[in-house]
């Protein structure tokens, strides 16, 4: 490619993508989308400003292979383990029960079986990039149905390769000459994936040892690079997927030291690359067969998303997710794979697959794979806004009542109920989210799923013959919320409250409540060992820090009077500061006399 032409591409391409995307996150459709829209208007079959797609198509790629790098990198061999039932179990169902169904459909409409068994191979793979994009910019991979679409997703990378390594396999049963060559090629393939795992083992931590020791950004990315297209090149020289290969050395860097910070050096790399290879899917796509076939388009387009999507449900509801966490799934998941191009164009190499069929095939995966974004505000729409509390509230039947009634089971929730039942203080714990009760209780932890502003929980929950409520709920409102209603139903108890900053408490400590800033006293501790590193006696540091603690929780309740006027607020912080600057100068002065 010469320079001249690579500058008009690369100009043309960024040109696309900053205004089809801009546009189609202002109208909530989504960056995939609007990549892929932008594709197809510069690409071959619409305004054709971009000739030499193929090569394009293949430098995007990487966008691929390094989100499947940065895959591995999330996922440590023990946290393979630990999904083992959600990848090898509901991933397994998923992938063979599309590919029997729409292999049969195939065998109807009088395909060979072996073009019917490849088809459905291809097109029970999802989309990986856009499926982790949709859901890593709805905030959801930490959802239930985030989490079971990434399993699924993890077993459809897997599967692909041999997916992959099956299609030459399937163009004449093996002969005396041939068995040798495939027999080599395997074992080539199995000593490849061996050379990367051992390899990966010995090499990788030294390497990103000595690039951290030269304390260089630059050397430091170079080396993240090397080692994901290196691996990559390696692997695909054997015939394998560049993306398992990179998938690979991902995961034997998960546990390292260094996954942090090979993770904030790729991730620029990843999304430009990305949008790069979402680019040249709506290029490659020849949008004319829509205009020439429409119905046969409209209707494969139809019927892959509905059978994938109903078969997704169906997964989804065997593991036990409710019916908006399926039709999640379902929406998000139901697009064809982008390992379906790389499938359908070798089967075409192979004779298995007719190239109009290919190219029929290849239009309706980019068009679910435009039209995904578009399902996933539907399935929004079609789910009821309180299907988010569709399990019932638990209900609280307590023998004796508790002493100590906890709203918020998160991280500080916990810690309060592991030093009551230290000590033996019986308490009752609430928590709104369905996902940390069930994790909860998977420890042995007793608690309650429920709203704790609701009065009609507080009630069964003995509210009135508690002596003392946490509100440990890490939302502020909902703290308020729940303070006040204590304060108005049980006056009696004592409320001690989260507060996540200044002005939190101030609305806390308008309820009576005794509030415990989240940060405050852990940011103090710190203080004082920071003292202690830089050459202070431990009880001088100890002395110092007390004597702030003391002046500012001072200051809070002299702020209190007029938290809501901002002027006098700031005016009472600029004189603070100064006098606190005083009494600390007058210590420093008194502890250099006394050394003296």
Do not use: C
Request: proline letters at 4%.
């Amino acid at each position: 490619m010469e320079t001249s032409s690579f500058m008009q591409y690369a100009l043309v391409l960024l040109l696309a993508a900053v205004i089809a995307v801009p546009l189609a996150k202002r109208f909530r459709l989504g960056a995939v989308l609007g990549y892929l829209v932008a594709g197809a208007l510069i690409g071959p079959s619409a305004l054709d400003l971009v000739g030499n797609a193929e090569e394009i198509s293949h430098i995007s790629e990487l966008g691929v292979v390094m989100m499947l790098f940065v895959i591995g990198l999330e996922l440590s061999p023990q946290r393979l383990w630990v999904m083992r039932r959600h990848v090898f179990g509901y991933g397994s169902v998923q992938v063979l029960a599309t590919a029997i169904a729409i292999g049969a459909i195939g065998l109807l409409f009088d395909l060979g079986w072996k073009s019917a068994l490849v088809i459905g191979l291809g097109l029970a793979l999802s989309s990986t990039a856009i499926g982790l994009q949709i859901m890593s910019e709805r905030k959801e991979l930490q959802k239930p149905h985030g989490r079971l679409g990434f399993a699924v997703l993890l077993l459809q990378d897997v599967a692909a390769i041999p997916i992959i390594a099956l299609v030459p396999l399937l163009v004449v049963a093996p002969t005396a000459s041939n068995v040798e060559p495939d027999l080599v090629a395997v074992l080539r393939v199995v000593l490849t994936i061996a050379a990367v795992i051992v390899g990966g083992r010995l090499l990788l931590r030294p390497l990103f040892r000595v690039a951290a020791r030269t304390q260089m950004p630059e050397v430091f990315t170079a080396s993240t690079l090397l080692v994901v297209l290196g691996t990559a090149w390696i692997v695909d020289r054997s015939g394998i997927s560049m993306s398992l290969g990179a998938f690979l050395a991902g995961v034997l860097l998960a546990d390292s030291e260094y996954r942090h910070e090979i993770e904030a050096r790729i991730d620029p790399f990843k999304g430009l690359l990305l949008g790069l290879f979402f680019i040249s899917v709506g290029m490659t796509a020849n949008t004319r067969l829509v205009l020439e076939q429409p119905v046969i388009v409209a209707s494969l387009l139809i019927g892959l998303v509905v059978l994938k999507g109903t078969i997704l449900f169906a997964v989804g509801r065997l593991a036990r997710e409710t019916n908006s966490d399926s039709l999640r799934l379902a929406a998000v998941l139901s697009q064809g794979g982008e390992f379906a191009f790389v499938v359908f164009t070798l089967a075409v190499q192979n004779q298995l697959l007719d190239p109009h069929l290919r190219d029929i095939l290849i239009v309706v995966i980019s068009l679910s794979m435009a039209l995904t974004p578009v399902l996933v505000l539907l399935a929004e729409k079609a789910i009821p806004k309180d299907a988010a509390v569709a399990p019932d509230y638990d209900h609280i039947e307590e023998i004796d009542p508790p002493r100590v009634i906890i709203a918020g089971f998160g991280r500080f929730g916990q810690i309060v109920a592991r030093v009551l039942r230290a000590n033996h203080i019986r308490f009752t714990a609430i928590e709104s989210s369905i996902e940390q009760v069930e994790a909860s209780r998977k420890f042995g932890s007793e608690i309650y799923y429920g709203d704790p502003s609701r009065s009609d929980l507080l009630r069964s929950a003995h509210a009135d013959k508690a002596e003392i409520f946490v509100v440990a709920t890490d939302d502020p409102d909902t703290n308020i919320r729940t303070a006040r209603l204590i304060r108005r139903l049980y006056p009696h108890l004592k409320v001690f409250a989260r507060a996540r900053n200044r002005q939190h408490a101030f609305r806390l400590m308008d309820l009576g409540a005794h509030i415990v800033r989240e940060t405050f006293y852990s940011s103090l501790v710190l203080s004082e060992e920071v003292l202690v590193e830089l050459g202070l006696e431990p009880e001088l540091a100890a002395s110092r820090v007390e004597k702030f603690r003391e002046y500012d929780e001072k200051l809070l309740a002299e702020q209190h009077l007029f938290y809501d006027d901002e002027a006098a607020i700031m005016q009472n912080a600029r004189e603070a500061q100064r006098d606190l600057d005083r009494l600390f100068e007058a210590d420093i002065a008194a502890d250099k006399e006394a050394g003296a």
